[in-house]
């Protein structure tokens, strides 16, 4: 009888011991990346005494929360691209957040926590958005497209490196030196590159572009691309490796007959390439995406106070 008393307090023991174990077990963490897309919505799996990190591809202008009395989102200027969430409560709990690039996407989170029982959940400890790297960048993102409030009239008279038109002869002289000292590419879409600078491994290219058609035309964002040949057996084949781009601007988006405007596009240059590689800046307009215009980059930007 002792003997059996004695087998019952064991397996009790050992009950409470691994209950005590697995309440004492952190939750799994996961380390989760994806392709940013504005269009989606990602569950971002929380629990009480963790903090997850959420990386974006550029920096944060904006984050708001759907229940700030249940989550707890913070941001700093000191690293502008990462933003870190925690629940506020041991209770279980469900929210959202919104969070505004400083080149306008749009990032939608599921906020979702099971509570502090819940030890078996999994924890999303880092949720890292990679740039997409399709060789065109999809249409559906007229959020990211970053330009003035300018009635059409206004925007004719945007031109290249911010110099404004006036209706005085001497006032356009200037702009037509400048245009005329770059070189153009394309016929109707014209693309111009006005300047190049580097900075460590980011380089940052001007531009310039010119609706010489009759009709106006809407810019898609602007794309970089490593291109080059590549031997075959018996042919040369084309080959265009897309660079991913961390930031980028466009005065206007919308340009009617006659009017230019200005950019600039940020990307992590390459190490190196081929001799027979080039970088090219690709423009291209909503209505004929398959129609870019391609202008080429300098690979070393030249000194500063140089030309491009």
Not at 97 to 107: C, D, H, K, M, P
Not at 232 to 239: E, G, Y
Request: proline content about 7%.
């Amino acid at each position: 009888m002792k003997i059996q008393t004695s087998l019952v307090h064991l397996t009790a023991l050992c009950f409470l011991t691994y209950a005590g174990l697995a309440q004492n077990e952190p939750p799994q963490a996961h380390i989760v990346r994806l392709a940013l897309d504005p269009q989606s919505i990602t569950v971002l799996h929380l629990h009480p005494g963790f903090v997850s990190s959420v990386r974006l591809p550029e920096g944060v202008r904006s984050v708001v929360l759907g229940d700030p009395a249940a989550f707890k989102g913070e941001h700093s200027e000191a690293e502008p691209r990462l933003v870190f969430f925690k629940p506020t409560s041991p209770k279980a709990a469900r929210s959202n957040a919104l969070i505004t690039t400083r080149s306008g996407r749009e990032v939608s989170l599921t906020l979702l926590t099971d509570g502090a029982s819940a030890h078996s959940e999994p924890v999303d400890y880092v949720l890292e958005y990679q740039p997409q790297r399709s060789f065109m960048i999809s249409a559906a993102y007229p959020s990211v497209l970053i330009g003035e409030s300018k009635t059409l009239a206004a925007e004719r008279e945007v031109v290249p490196n911010g110099i404004a038109k006036t209706d005085g002869a001497e006032s356009r002289a200037p702009y037509q030196q400048l245009a005329a000292s770059l070189d153009w590419h394309g016929k109707e879409l014209r693309v111009a590159i006005s300047r190049t600078e580097e900075n460590g491994s980011d380089m940052t290219v001007a531009f310039s572009i010119a609706n010489d058609s009759s009709r106006t035309i809407e810019l898609l964002p602007p794309q970089v691309q490593l291109s080059g040949t590549a031997k075959q057996k018996h042919h040369k084949a084309i080959k265009a490796e897309p660079v991913a781009v961390k930031d980028y601007r466009l005065v206007a988006r919308r340009l009617p007959p006659g009017a230019t405007t200005d950019g600039t596009v940020v990307f992590e240059r390459p190490s190196f390439k081929e001799s027979r590689e080039q970088l090219l800046l690709q423009i291209a307009q909503a209505e004929e995406v398959d129609r870019p215009v391609l202008a080429p980059i300098a690979f070393v930007a030249p000194a500063k106070g140089a030309a491009k």
